[in-house]
């Protein structure tokens, strides 16, 4: 296996990181001040780029103007832009605006019905951006058995809405996207999940299916933006700085978990939309496609590693070094103390009643044995749905996921806002959502409002998951 060679030059870089003078490649534009006029017009040009991750291990994949991330877009809420995409590849591409409340046309979904831009192509799409807070944009094609394509490639970035809210002081500012590299297909579970062991598992089969699994796909390489833990420069704090994260898992394949020993996140905003309750946690888990703003407050000197729990994540580049001023160590990494992610820590009691509109999804995974894919049912039937899911403009549903599969799922909803109305078996209120991680067997509901007519696309967040069936299309009537 490579990863150790890998880990021995992570090391390296490690060492090397701490001469000065390296100008460390960064994926964030000049940030335009509130004062000034907001910028209309945006232009993500698709080829192909290598990212360093670290000094000997450069890979090549596809990226957005050159690198990858992609750069950081800052848009205003409610202030029409233009978005260009050219597209320098051989394969037709999309470009979805995650977390967005626009029209099927400009979401970058084939699926709703937004045009692809075409091979040695490009096409603009005009939208009013909104909601204001932490977004993001990636590829949206079919990846089936290819490896170097979708959202396994770097086809990803960050996209700000602006707007009125208001995080509260803080003295810096970074963002941070959670990503693994060069996948591959394996016949042995990777997972580490939390959402497996712990909570009620309501939707568990009496009798549980033992046909022999299909092949996963897993990752022995990680990085938070472009660099391996140890390899880019670290995050340089004073004692007492409030520092702003904003996390988002852009994997393909997993759920993450983050943590920084001696410090806790006050997580603030759930997938760019600020929380009920913001409340303090000691690691964060992002399923792929979720984000998280947290601030914390640098109250414990060192030099740390903010990084994954699980070993092997961690050691394989998924980590970023926070130094304090004057603090000379090696970076430390302590386990954080074990606990559950729960979305409803960040909610309130329910205070109005349910939705008399339900909608019911059933997930099922169909085992397709040793060198095959797996592949997933909704309500018993694959892609695509013609009448399951028909909705009333104007109408308020409560939809009701059934995870009856072993697999913790990051669910999304293109185009609307989720709000968790229960999970674990626990009512909450105030934790809206686009993407929402639905346990190992568990059960969740989510209400919405159906106020954004078009094709509604419904998916997994797990790239394999979508195109071996995990996805629906929600139709207006
Ligand atoms: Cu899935």
Redesign the pocket.
């Given at each position: 296996m490579q990863r150790r060679d890998f880990l021995k030059i992570a090391g390296l870089a490690a060492a090397a990181s701490r001469l000065p003078g390296q100008e460390p490649q960064s994926f964030l534009t000049p940030t335009a001040g509130t004062q000034e006029a907001a910028k209309t017009e945006f232009t993500l040009r698709i080829a192909p780029v290598t990212v360093e991750l670290a000094p000997n291990r450069i890979i090549s994949t596809i990226g957005y103007n050159g690198i990858s991330p992609g750069p950081l877009l800052r848009m205003k809420e409610g202030v029409p832009i233009t978005l260009n995409v050219i597209n320098d590849t051989d394969t037709p591409e999309t470009v979805h605006c995650h977390g967005l409340l626009i029209p099927s046309d400009v979401d970058g979904s084939e699926e709703e019905g937004s045009p692809a831009v075409p091979p040695h192509g490009s096409r603009s799409f005009k939208f009013t951006p909104t909601p204001a807070g932490t977004r993001w944009y990636h590829t949206h094609t079919m990846a089936m058995d290819d490896l170097h394509r979708g959202s396994y490639t770097g086809m990803f970035g960050f996209l700000v809405i602006e707007g009125a809210n208001n995080p509260g002081r803080y003295d810096q500012e970074h963002y941070l996207a959670l990503r693994d590299w060069e996948p591959y297909f394996t016949s042995t579970s990777m997972d580490n999940d939390d959402l497996d062991a712990t909570g009620p598992q309501p939707e568990r089969p009496a009798v549980m299916d033992t046909r022999q699994p299909g092949i996963e796909v897993a990752a022995d390489i990680f990085s938070i933006n472009d660099k391996a833990l140890g390899a880019g420069e670290p995050i340089r704090v004073k004692p007492g700085d409030r520092v702003l994260f904003h996390f988002l898992n852009a994997s393909a394949i997993e759920n993450r978990h983050l943590a920084l020993p001696g410090h806790k996140f006050n997580v603030i905003a759930l997938d760019g939309n600020p929380v009920a309750t913001p409340a303090a946690v000691d690691v964060l888990m992002l399923g792929p496609g979720e984000r998280v703003d947290a601030i914390v407050e640098m109250n414990h000197p060192g030099v740390w590693i903010m990084g994954a729990p699980e070993d092997m994540v961690r050691e394989g580049g998924l980590g970023i070094v926070i130094e304090y001023a004057n603090q000379h160590v090696t970076p430390q990494w302590t386990a954080p103390p074990k606990s559950n992610w729960d979305y409803t820590i960040f909610g309130k009691p329910p205070s109005q009643p349910a939705p008399t509109e339900k909608l019911d999804m059933l997930f099922e995974k169909i085992p397709r044995g040793a060198g095959k894919y797996n592949s997933f049912n909704v309500n018993g039937k694959p892609y695509p749905h013609d009448k399951e899911f028909l909705l009333k403009q104007g109408t308020r549903y409560r939809l009701t996921f059934h995870n009856r599969t072993d697999?913790a799922?990051p669910l999304h909803v293109h185009r609307h806002q989720l709000e968790i109305a229960e999970i674990y078996g626990k009512a909450t209120s105030g934790v809206i959502k686009d993407t929402v991680v639905v346990p190992t067997y568990g059960r969740a509901s989510v209400d919405f409002t159906a106020d954004q007519p078009g094709d509604t696309l419904f998916h997994?967040h797990?790239q394999m998951?979508m195109d071996y069936g995990?996805k629906a299309l929600l139709r207006y009537a």
């Open positions: 697999d799922h997994c797990i998951h995990f």
